[in-house]
């Protein structure tokens, strides 16, 4: 399996552009969730998904962040308008609920810088 | 909200020294897992524990499960140079709504001085 794949790797945007980031899942996984790294907050679980739906989005820091799982194996973390304080690395990753969901496997992230 | 506590946020060893790192909490998991994440990349599970006082071993990598359900430790043996990274670990809990959601600590900073 190739893991969980991120694209894409690199973004720098202008501040109050729309910017979208893209994970797609190990194939055959339950569970999706986007994560924001930062060195002041460390990993931040923003959203998390259960067979397509969200179960839990209280991480999502302001309307200004959506995010989508069309279906099992694509989901999308959009920021509009984007600023500075944005600027992390997204991590996605999933997991199976054969283990309950706990193990998640992370793709390589998504560096974002919004200047 | 549930907070875990990792120290410690850094340390600074000699290679072939021994390595240990812990991880508690103030609410009870009853899963915890320990990644390992290399600059520019993203965490890698090294090991998931299930049962309070669980003792699991991957390699130079030894883990536990606290009885408490509150904490957990990760000890590294004869550490080497591909040793350094940032170790988290990580609480779940299952058989719950929340299955599936991790909670991170705020990782352990490794440096290995050959």
């Known amino acids: 399996d190739a893991g969980v794949i991120q694209s894409p790797r690199h973004e720098v945007t202008e501040m109050g552009q729309e910017v979208t980031l893209r994970c797609k899942p190990i194939?055959?996984?339950?569970?999706l969730f986007w994560y924001r790294q930062t060195m002041m907050r460390g990993l931040e679980l923003l959203i998390y998904?259960?067979?397509?739906?969200?179960?839990?989005d209280s991480g999502m820091p302001e309307d200004r962040f959506s995010a989508k799982m069309p279906n099992a194996s694509f989901s999308t973390l959009k920021i509009q308008p984007s600023e500075p304080r944005d600027s992390a690395v997204y991590f996605c990753?999933?997991?199976?609920?054969?283990?309950?969901?706990?193990?998640?496997?992370f793709g390589q992230g998504t560096r974002l810088t919004v200047v | 909200g549930q907070q875990l506590n990792q120290s410690p946020q850094s340390m600074f060893i000699q290679e072939g020294e021994d390595v240990s790192m812990n991880c508690t909490s103030s609410?009870?998991?009853?899963?915890w897992l320990w990644y390992k994440q290399d600059p520019g990349e993203g965490p890698v599970l090294l090991i998931a524990?299930?049962?309070?006082?669980e003792l699991t071993s991957n390699g130079r990598l030894t883990a536990q499960f606290g009885i408490t359900r509150k904490d957990s430790f990760l000890n590294i043996s004869a550490s080497i140079p591909s040793d350094v990274g940032i170790y988290f670990c990580?609480?779940?809990?299952?058989?719950?709504?929340?299955?599936?959601?991790?909670?991170f600590g705020q990782g352990t900073t490794l440096q290995v001085k050959p």
């Open positions: 998904f259960n067979n397509n739906v969200p179960i839990d």
């Open positions: 990580a609480g779940g809990i299952l058989g719950s709504s929340n299955t599936g959601k991790l909670i």
């Open positions: 194939s055959g996984h339950d569970y």
């Open positions: 524990l299930y049962k309070a006082g």
């Open positions: 609410s009870i998991f009853n899963t």
């Open positions: 990753a999933s997991s199976s609920l054969f283990k309950g969901g706990t193990e998640a496997f």
